[in-house]
């Protein structure tokens, strides 16, 4: 019985991937242009999150200022702490990307604003509650919102995301691995 239930988690799980694939390409194409404009234009990428988003956070500056799957010169990023928006007024320029990796807790609102008033690129990853971010975002920024109503599932598709994103960023610095 308890074989089948833990059965059931990877099924569920991989019938979420398969069906997101097609819907999130585009959003996650649109956002590593956005990191890759930031990166090549003298800017960072800033990353915070709420909740289960701002443990993933320090794992995404890490793989963009270390490496992914293969060396390339560090890129520009860094993770927010406890008090992202003091942090976004303090570090965040015009050219630099805020991603906000978000739980659904609807916490957001007040770094997205302070990063609108530093004139800063937003990409915002969220799950349940992903309507809301319409409102706070403009036609410049970028939602990639995870069709999906249980935390745990839109947390892995997250870190999916995340490193889809940066095999993106790669792929459009370096080209492809085998060329």
């Known amino acids: 019985m308890l074989d089948q239930r833990i059965q059931q988690q990877f099924f569920d799980s991989a019938d979420l991937l398969y069906q997101c ?85 609807g916490h957001s609102s007040r770094v997205i604003s302070a990063a609108q008033g530093k004139d800063m690129t937003i990409v915002v990853l969220a799950g349940r509650g992903a309507s809301a971010f319409g409102e706070l975002l403009s036609e410049a920024d970028v939602l990639v919102a995870v069709p999906h109503e249980q935390a745990s599932r839109v947390a892995e598709l997250q870190l999916l995301v995340l490193h889809c994103l940066c095999d993106a960023v790669d792929f459009q610095l370096m080209g492809d691995e085998e060329s």
């Not at 570090?91 to 807790?105: A, K, M, W």
Request: glycine residues 12%; proline residues 8%; charged residues 15%.
């Open 21 to 105: 694939a097609q819907p999130l390409a585009r959003p996650i194409a649109d956002a590593a242009s956005a990191v890759l404009a930031a990166v090549t234009g003298g800017g960072k990428v800033v990353v915070t999150g709420s909740g289960a988003g701002a443990a993933l956070a320090p794992h995404l500056a890490r793989l963009f200022t270390g490496r992914f799957e293969r060396e390339r010169p560090p890129l520009a990023a860094l993770a927010l702490g406890a008090h992202p928006v003091q942090e976004v007024l303090a570090l965040g320029l015009p050219g630099d990307v805020l991603l906000y990796i978000d739980d659904g807790e």
